[in-house]
């Protein structure tokens, strides 16, 4: 499916990922460095992202779902927005700015 290679594509990249804590501070979740360990699988991280971009469910749903903190999913799905955002782009095609404009006085 395309879902999975979608995640086999991110999967090396996400899982040496900084996770998002706000503007100032970062965290490596890496346990050979003694770092703090994942909350979730790789696959769970994916799979609430996906649930929050396709269904927008809140952000407390999907903590009780996962059995997480709000903060945690907030996380979460900021760092693997960013990461599909960055690693993603080229599947995102944009028309051209004058198709969008004519298309916007229709």
Do not use: C
């Amino acid at each position: 499916a395309a879902v999975e290679i979608i995640f086999e594509h991110l999967q090396q990249k996400a899982s040496s990922v900084h996770y998002w804590k706000g503007s100032k501070l970062k965290i490596v979740l890496d346990k050979s460095e003694g770092k703090a360990s994942r909350t979730l699988s790789l696959e769970q991280e994916f799979l609430l992202s996906l649930m929050k971009l396709r269904k927008d469910f809140h952000t407390e749903d999907l903590a009780f779902r996962f059995e997480v903190s709000d903060a945690t999913v907030s996380s979460t799905f900021t760092t693997w927005l960013r990461l599909m955002s960055k690693e993603l782009s080229w599947l995102i095609l944009w028309p051209d700015r004058k198709i969008v404009h004519r298309n916007l006085q229709a």
